[in-house]
């Protein structure tokens, strides 16, 4: 328990039972190698605390930012509470030092495991809201995100569209997209490239620019947006 009490330290909060946030930092590939274990894994616990960051986070912005559109306001919280972002606010905290894992997990470098890591802070708000209380969790949570929202009212925080494609076309479909420069045009020094992001033969969006790397933002954020949108892809 002394790295609990560490931990526990490192984020300020004291818990009533530790055996929550225990669990909270407990892989499932620990819990394999030692079915004796007296706490379970924190996969139930991911599932709660992905709830709890999505709704602390999309309060905070609706109250923050009441001029910003329905539509902008996903993009943003889909941004910040994006897998990539929890893990480096799990690396802030040094969450991966503690967590129990598999003996063969652990020898494949699952501390430093990106999604290992994610689970883990969405594991972690679970845990002190269980423990604590709708309040706390609140308080943790944007404690965490304050830095992101004070980016997003300094006008320094941008939106990676093809990490965002990334990610919920991982979440949603199981692959990855792929781009192809489908045409270029103008001189050497103006050129223009046009750029498709697809799935498999699903044709998502095409997007252009003066660079292939605009254009491959263009065409994610085009897609990103039918996705979220509902809208369905253009074959």
Known sequence: ?????????????????????????????????NPAANTGDNERMEFLGDALLNFFVAEKLFCDFPDLPEGKLTEIRVSLVRQENLAEKALQLKLGDYLL???????????????????????????VF?????????????????ADIQAIKDGKHSLNYKALLQELTQSEFKTLPEYEVIETTGPDHDRVFCVSVSLGDVLLAVGSGKTKKTAESEAARIAYGKLMAGTGTNS
């Open 101 to 127: 894992l598999g003996k063969g997990e652990d020898a494949s470098g699952g501390r430093e495991k990106r999604n290992n890591l994610a689970d883990a802070y969405e594991a972690l708000t679970a845990a």
């Open 130 to 146: 269980l423990d604590r209380g709708f309040e706390s969790a609140r308080a943790f949570v944007l404690s965490g995100f304050a």
């Open 1 to 33: 328990m002394s790295s609990l009490n560490k931990l526990q330290s490192s984020i300020g909060i004291k818990f009533n039972n530790p055996h929550t946030l225990q669990q909270a930092v407990t892989h499932t590939s620990y819990i394999n190698e």
